[in-house]
């Protein structure tokens, strides 16, 4: 050693630097690398993705031939130093401790915390180009890494442990996933994040909190004169409509409304021919969630349902639309309070549909309306009140004061939110 240049030395020493450096980096880029993107490049074809993702497979061969390599690197460097240190300031306790110094400070900052924080930034850069060489280092040191883990092994048994073995942890759920698109940023646009985050909520959410309620619904009594079905027919928005019998109840079937009055310009009408084009009415059990019903939409090839509590009474009707609009977005209505159940008011409020879904409301508005009982607004204010509602009466609901606008027969048709404020 002594006949070997100290400039060599120190060229060794560098040399020994950067492979410590390089062992560091590549454990924590493996360790912080994106599984799922690292896949994504694997499927496409990228060699280095595909390596890295064989080297993840089995994490104890990968950090045994990481680590193995780092200590003897480390070791070596260590020893050099001490050899440089006794060449320029001779054999002594002074140099040793000098030497430690060195040694300890040059590994940490450019052998261990750099590298490492480099590794953990572009860990998807650095990945698939360390990956060859760990891959080679791996089948050279092959028996050194099988000889290591024997004993790793003991140890994994002796506390009743399993390397590889899956608790769950590293899986993703809903959870996960929903926190992950909610943190995606510029990766994703905003509208399709908004989507996907409104698919997981349709777990939580049933057809009674989408539907339009029995209130609202345009039907069209069968036993009504002709020239006023006929009417209705003729000023109806809607291509499809329920008729019913008597009641609501007695549901006979639905009619499509652009058929019917093309049948009507070819003769009178005769309720018995009419009653014959209606087609048989869907019915959905109150509670269904919202993605069950979807599919069976799907598979029953309906468009629309009407929901029924377990006594067969009609509660409402819910559509595919109404289930993609709590994906998408409301679609534009030509009422302004329709397109999304309210507008802002000039005295700094919002005039608010009795209809609008509370649900709605606290998603939109910022507001904290109880959701446990009443779906609508017009239901939390005729549990508020224990009464029947009239205009005028203001009451203040989880700090929101609500005062009943419009009354039509015994429900609210309009009322006025003002957040914040004391009724």
Known sequence: MDQIPLGALLLALLLLLILSAFFSGSETSMMAVNRYRLKTQARAGHRG?????????????????????????????????????????????????????????MILVF???????????YAERIVPVVSFP??????????????????????????????????GASRMGVEEMRTLLAESGSFLPHSHRGMLLNLFDLENLTVDDVMLPRGEIEAIDLTAPADEIIERLQTSHHAHLPIYRDE??????????????????????????????????YFVPSGTPLL????????NRQSRGLVVDEYGELLGLVTVKDVLE??????????????????????????????????????????????????????????????????????????????IVQVAGRRVKTARLRPDEQA
């Open 49 to 105: 993705a595909r390596l890295a993702e064989g080297l993840l497979a089995r994490t104890d061969r990968l950090l045994s031939v990481i680590l193995l390599g780092n200590n003897l690197v480390n070791s070596a460097a260590a020893a050099l130093v001490t050899v440089i240190a006794f060449r320029m300031f001779g054999e002594s306790e002074l140099s040793l401790t000098l030497a430690t110094l060195v040694v300890t400070f």
């Open 111 to 121: 052998s261990e915390v750099t590298p490492k924080v480099i590794g953990a930034s």
């Open 134 to 167: 760990l891959a080679l280092l791996q089948r050279l040191f092959h028996p050194v890494i099988w000889f290591i883990n024997l004993f790793v092994q003991g140890q994994f048994r002796l506390f009743r442990l399993k390397a590889g073995e899956d608790d």
């Open 248 to 281: 609501l109840n007695d549901i006979v079937g639905i009619v499509h409304v652009r058929r019917a009055l093309a049948h009507l310009g070819e003769g009178e009408f005769d309720v018995g021919n009419f009653q014959e084009g209606l087609r048989a009415a």
């Open 292 to 299: 069950t019903q979807l599919s069976q939409f799907q598979d």
């Open 326 to 403: 709590e994906i998408v977005g409301e679609f534009a209505g030509a009422n302004p309070l329709r397109g999304k159940g309210w507008v802002t008011d000039e005295a700094g409020g919002y005039l608010v549909e009795g209809t609008a879904s509370l649900r709605d409301l606290n998603r939109k508005l910022d507001l904290d309306l109880p959701q446990a009982g009443a779906r609508t607004l017009n239901g939390l204010i005729m549990e508020y009140l224990e009464a029947m509602p009239e205009a005028g009466v203001t009451i203040k609901v989880a700090g929101c004061a609500i005062e």
